[in-house]
């Protein structure tokens, strides 16, 4: 499947679209001590976080599109960094 991940910043956060089928889910994200904390909705929230966002192809799917954020967000941002998916945020280290 193809997708997108854009990462935008004003000040010391931002948002982060992640892009399917020509639909975006938005997460916010700040930096924190050692790198950066990106908001999601938690397992029991992320289907109507879908549906707010009119992308019902991403319901039951968090864990997947998850994963992607982070390693993306890794990939374009640190050196050697990491990621781990919490329920309610996704945590980076820089590395």
């Not at 992640?18 to 909705?41: D, M």
């Not at 289907?47 to 968090?62: A, G, I, M, V």
């Not at 997947?64 to 050697?80: D, F, M």
Request: glycine share 10%; proline share 4%; net charge negative.
């Amino acid at each position: 499947m193809d997708y997108q991940v854009k990462i935008t910043q004003s000040g010391r956060g931002g948002t982060i679209y992640y892009r399917e089928n020509e639909q975006e889910l938005p997460f916010g994200w700040e930096f924190a001590i050692n790198g950066a904390l990106l908001f999601v909705p938690s397992p029991q929230h992320w289907n109507n976080f879908c549906d707010r966002n009119h992308l019902p192809s991403t319901q039951n799917r968090r864990d997947e599109i998850l994963e992607r954020v982070g390693r993306e967000v890794v990939r374009q941002k640190t050196s050697g960094g990491k990621y781990a998916i919490e329920d309610d945020y996704i945590s980076i280290s820089f590395g």
